[in-house]
């Protein structure tokens, strides 16, 4: 059974860092492009970054240059290191393959304010 548990977000300033973590269970991690999404509040969710099976990144425009996926093959994890970060980024934010293939997981709340 797959699961996807996102932790790390919370009530950040904006300019300020989080770091959020996505461990993967039920599945074998290293086949997969990896991907962190956001839903905020009315909103689409949207594909944040991505990063793929040889380390290839990609990001959305309005996150390039302030956000790093990386990936740890041996912990079946996913990292999104958020820096610099804006009001517009509070969201949910979740991971999943690169197609969005699994089951979502419960997400965390990333909060930008003052």
């Known amino acids: 059974q797959v699961q996807l548990v996102e932790s790390g977000g919370g009530l950040v300033q904006p300019g300020g860092s989080l770091r959020l973590s996505c461990a993967a269970s039920?599945?074998?991690?290293?086949?997969?492009?990896w991907a962190w999404y956001r839903q905020a509040p009315g909103k689409q969710r949207e594909l944040v970054a991505s990063?793929?099976?040889?380390?290839?990144?990609d990001y959305a425009d309005s996150v390039k240059g302030r956000f790093t996926i990386s990936r740890d093959n041996r912990k079946s994890t996913v990292y999104l290191q958020m820096n610099s970060a804006q009001p517009e980024d509070t969201a949910v934010y979740y991971c999943?393959?690169?197609?969005?293939?699994?089951?979502w997981g419960q997400g965390t709340q990333v909060t930008v304010s003052s």
């Open positions: 999943n393959t690169g197609t969005a293939s699994k089951p």
């Open positions: 039920g599945t074998i991690f290293t086949l997969y492009t």
């Open positions: 990063i793929r099976r040889d380390d290839y990144t």
